[in-house]
């Protein structure tokens, strides 16, 4: 891949942010109609986040064609090189711990689907950082919120009259498919069972685990109805293993299943058994299988790809690859290894000292649960917080400092500064669009209080290459 640095988000970024920043001294009341006009809709499309109103801003993110060319080729690599991971996962004990919470279903992980690339739907969140690359600092390679309804709210948001883009060209479907379609979600599904098997898919479940992570789940259900396939919503203890293939709770066989759940609520459980095993089997096609589940989504993956001790299984292009757009991450345990500078330290120690360049995750946890950036963390806490990583799974990261946008914020009726990041979307293996998110708090999450920027091409042009 070529070295490139990358450029500004945009000049018309530029111009809305400073065309809100004097709409909101001059006029107000404008803004907010256009952003309740624009919630209204939302809510009448039926796009919900958990039952709860989908926060989608009426300032966008503006972005120019390098940028997008930039972001679209780096995460179509990063996606190829979670593919090798999981190969170093099946075979290289040193890579196997640094998953400790993964051990009891080791089993189930380690035979491959034969379909690259094995996190078919995916979404990469990043930063751009202080060098002006793309940093990743998370995978979502298990099952991301927004595979279609970021289409369908991009959509609504490019119909609705707004003054802080009045005069500018924009475009909110430009290099990304799922806003000019939002079925492009459900036709990869129907395309990577095709892929995998050479026949057409007539069945499938989504399938979620005690009636949790339902987001979205009716509208990819009701896709894969609309695409002439018999599917439905169904838990993953309510399926059996047969002699035949694994079947619903109808008799019927399933052919197709989508992991709508938290991997993690399935490792101690008994009751979804026949679904784990089927799915390890490879007697029905999983979406995403275990091994993206449970072990490409987990944060230690980027420790996995930052660690010198594991270089030598990367080709030069991809070792680039890795220094330039993954941040340095390690598991947090006692014993000596290498800081971001290349340098012998030990771990714990230099997590001591370092807390202000540094965040701390639990490797495993979604949503932003129990993250810790050190330079907003006393030193107390930080204490506090090492000694209990270092009993429990985490992972701790050089600190990627998010960029600034003003915003307005509708749960709250704020115009302020927020940060902001931006989320690659990538299906079976190409880019499918892109999402930001900003918010108050420094954890950007929906789930926390953050809001979705729609995100738009700014002078579209020959130069953003055709996808």
């Given amino acids: 891949m070529t070295v490139m640095m990358v450029p500004?988000?945009?000049?018309?970024?530029?111009?809305?942010?400073?065309?809100?920043?004097?709409?909101?001294?001059?006029?107000?009341?404008?803004?907010?109609?256009?952003?309740?006009?624009?919630?209204?809709?939302?809510?009448?499309?039926?796009?919900?986040?958990?039952?709860?109103?989908?926060?989608?801003?009426?300032?966008?993110l503006a972005m120019d064609c390098g940028l997008a060319n930039h972001l679209s080729a780096t995460s179509e690599a990063v996606i190829k090189l979670l593919d090798v991971a999981a190969e170093l996962y099946c075979h290289n004990e040193e890579v196997q711990d640094l998953f400790p919470a993964h051990k009891p279903v080791q089993h189930l992980i380690t035979?491959?689907?034969?379909?690259?690339?094995?996190?078919?739907?995916?979404?990469?969140?990043?930063?751009?950082?202080?060098?002006?690359?793309?940093?990743?600092?998370?995978?979502?390679?298990?099952?991301?919120?927004?595979?279609?309804?970021?289409?369908?709210?991009?959509?609504?948001?490019?119909?609705?009259?707004?003054?802080?883009?009045?005069?500018?060209?924009?475009?909110?479907?430009?290099?990304?498919?799922?806003?000019k379609d939002p079925t492009c979600f459900v036709r990869e599904l129907v395309s990577a069972y095709s892929s995998a098997t050479g026949a057409e898919l007539r069945t499938a479940a989504v399938?979620?685990?005690?009636?949790?992570?339902?987001?979205?789940?009716?509208?990819?259900?009701?896709?894969?109805?609309?695409?002439?396939?018999?599917?439905a919503l169904l838990d993953a203890s309510a399926m059996k293993r047969t002699p035949r293939g694994l079947v619903g709770p109808d008799g019927d066989l399933i052919e197709l299943v989508y992991n709508k759940l938290d991997p993690r609520d399935l490792i101690e459980a008994t009751e979804p058994k026949d679904y784990l095993d089927a799915c390890a089997a490879q007697e029905v096609v999983s979406i995403n299988?275990?091994?993206s589940q449970w072990i490409l989504s987990?944060?230690?993956?980027?420790?996995?790809?930052?660690?010198?001790?594991?270089?030598?299984?990367?080709n030069a292009e991809q070792i680039a690859?890795?220094?330039?757009?993954?941040?340095?991450?390690?598991?947090?345990?006692?014993?000596?290894?290498?800081?971001?500078?290349?340098?012998?330290?030990?771990?714990?120690?230099?997590?001591?000292?370092?807390?202000?360049?540094?965040?701390?995750?639990?490797?495993?946890?979604?949503r932003g649960e129990h993250v810790l950036v050190g330079c907003l963390t006393s030193s107390e806490a930080w204490e506090e917080h090492i000694d209990r990583a270092a009993v429990n799974p985490y992972v701790v990261?050089?600190?990627?400092?998010?960029?600034?946008?003003?915003?307005?914020?509708?749960?709250?009726?704020?115009?302020?500064?927020?940060?902001?990041?931006?989320?690659?979307?990538?299906?079976?293996?190409?880019?499918a669009g892109f999402q930001s998110r900003a918010s108050f708090d420094p954890v950007m999450n929906v789930g926390r209080s953050g809001i979705l920027l729609p995100v738009a091409l700014a002078n579209l042009s020959e130069s953003c290459t055709t996808l």
């Fill in 8 to 60: 500004a988000i945009s000049e018309a970024d530029t111009q809305i942010e400073r065309r809100l920043c004097e709409i909101a001294t001059s006029d107000l009341a404008s803004i907010w109609e256009a952003q309740d006009e624009l919630s209204s809709e939302i809510a009448q499309a039926g796009m919900h986040f958990e039952g709860r109103t989908y926060p989608v801003c009426l300032r966008p």
């Fill in 111 to 179: 035979d491959l689907p034969k379909h690259r690339p094995i996190a078919t739907i995916c979404r990469l969140d990043g930063l751009v950082g202080s060098d002006g690359y793309y940093k990743i600092i998370e995978t979502n390679a298990e099952s991301p919120g927004g595979v279609i309804q970021n289409g369908l709210a991009a959509q609504v948001w490019s119909r609705i009259p707004n003054p802080l883009t009045h005069g500018l060209s924009l475009d909110a479907s430009g290099r990304q498919p799922f806003a």
């Fill in 207 to 231: 399938v979620n685990f005690r009636g949790r992570y339902t987001n979205e789940v009716d509208w990819i259900v009701n896709g894969l109805r609309d695409a002439g396939v018999k599917a």
């Fill in 289 to 291: 299988p275990w091994i």
């Fill in 298 to 314: 987990d944060k230690a993956i980027l420790a996995l790809l930052s660690d010198d001790r594991f270089s030598s299984h990367f």
């Fill in 321 to 366: 690859l890795i220094a330039r757009h993954i941040p340095w991450t390690r598991l947090v345990r006692s014993g000596v290894t290498t800081d971001p500078e290349r340098r012998q330290t030990d771990l714990i120690s230099y997590i001591r000292k370092n807390r202000v360049n540094l965040v701390l995750k639990p490797s495993n946890a979604t």
């Fill in 397 to 431: 990261q050089e600190h990627v400092r998010p960029g600034e946008i003003t915003a307005l914020h509708p749960p709250s009726r704020l115009i302020k500064k927020m940060a902001y990041g931006i989320d690659c979307y990538v299906f079976g293996g190409k880019l």
